[in-house]
């Protein structure tokens, strides 16, 4: 079965921390290159962060000292460190694979990705 599964959201209070895990089944997570995204009720999916066939990490301008990507080989899971958190990252989380990465700003693209994950909930609030 190939598929991905996101796990590790849930309610947190700004500046608190949580870790996402996305974990690939049926094919080699580091053949792929992998993005997170994330998704608020009534809005478009956007970007956060990706990680290449080669480790090369690649973050959205409001994750950029906040968030971290990071790959476990041997557990076939890839990870989104989330820190500092603030009420505007209130979203669902998604992983999702794309095999022939795209130049530039593709990582960005949601067409570009083949797979994606149900995704997991990550709620900021006082």
């Known amino acids: 079965q190939v598929q991905l599964v996101e796990s590790g959201g849930g309610l947190v209070r700004p500046g608190e921390s949580l870790r996402l895990s996305c974990a690939a089944s049926?094919?080699?997570?580091?053949?792929?290159?992998i993005g997170w995204f994330r998704q608020a009720p009534g809005n478009d999916r956007t970007a956060v962060s990706s990680i290449n066939r080669d480790g090369e990490a690649s973050y959205a301008e409001s994750a950029k000292g906040r968030f971290t990507i990071s790959r476990d080989d041997g557990r076939n899971t890839v990870y989104l460190q989330l820190t500092n958190l603030k009420p505007e990252d209130t979203a669902v989380y998604y992983c999702a694979r794309q095999y022939f990465e795209s130049p530039d700003q593709g990582w960005k693209m949601v067409a570009e990705y083949d797979l994606w994950g149900q995704g997991t909930q990550v709620t900021v609030s006082s």
């Open positions: 049926g094919f080699t997570v580091d053949w792929y290159h």
